[in-house]
């Protein structure tokens, strides 16, 4: 979100009414909490990084663009909207600018919870219920 809105886009946040405060500070525009239905065919692109699939395509104008982040669990496209799901790939020079820009506060990584590394599979139990509120971070 943050560097969508870096680079002049508007960018609405959708999670549980909760985060609204978060998530304008983190860039949001505009904020839509879970359960509001967004506006049919009324975003030029969507990054999907909560599963919403079909919910979330369709908040997408005809044409446009969606992205998810698991890969071959993205919807089929529809009229005419590219749909790909975002993948890692090695690149040292952006991870050195996103570093930075963590470093200097632009980029806030959102933890839900921290488990020592022997509870791992607590951790992982935990994850697997979804809902979560950012991440789960595993500390030596």
């Given amino acids: 979100m943050e560097l969508a809105h870096r680079q002049g886009l508007k960018v609405t946040g959708l999670d549980a009414a909760a985060s609204e405060g978060f998530l304008v500070s983190r860039g949001a525009d505009h904020f839509l909490a879970r359960g509001q239905t967004p506006t049919a065919g009324g975003f030029d692109g969507v990054l999907d990084a909560a599963r919403l699939g079909p919910d979330a395509l369709a908040a997408v104008r005809d044409g ?3 992205a998810g982040l ?3 669990q993205e919807p089929g496209p ?10 890692v790939r090695a690149d040292g020079a952006l991870l050195t600018e996103l570093s930075r820009l963590a470093d200097e506060g632009v980029l806030l990584a959102r933890v839900a919870r921290t488990y020592p590394l022997h509870a791992a599979a607590e951790a992982h139990a935990l994850l697997a219920e979804g ?3 950012g991440r789960i971070v595993l500390v030596p």
């Fill in 70 to 72: 698991w890969p071959g």
């Fill in 78 to 87: 529809e009229r005419g909207i590219r749909v790909d799901a975002l993948s």
């Fill in 64 to 66: 446009d663009a969606y």
């Fill in 131 to 133: 809902g979560l509120p």
